[in-house]
C-alpha cells in the first residue's frame, strides 16, 4: 500500500510527523510530546509561505 506522503525537496524529509511512535510507514519526524498548532505545521514541514495570486480563465466558446 502507497504512503502517498508528500516528500520535500529541499528539506529533504517527508511532510509528517507522529508523538512518540514510529508511524507504519516509518517516515517522518517522531517527537516526545503533543505540540501545538504551530509546532505541528514545523514538524511535519508544512511551514510554508502561501502567496494569493489573481486567477485568469479563459471562456472557451465551443
Request: hydrophobic content about 40%; proline content about 2%.
Amino acid at each position: 500500500m502507497a504512503h502517498n506522503i508528500n516528500f520535500n525537496l529541499t528539506t529533504g524529509k517527508h511532510s509528517f510527523f507522529s508523538v512518540q511512535e514510529k508511524a507504519w510507514h516509518g517516515l517522518g519526524t517522531i517527537v516526545e510530546n503533543y505540540p501545538t498548532s504551530k509546532e505541528a505545521i514545523e514538524f511535519a514541514g508544512l511551514n510554508y509561505t502561501v502567496e494569493k495570486r489573481q486567477l485568469f480563465t479563459y471562456d472557451l466558446l465551443i
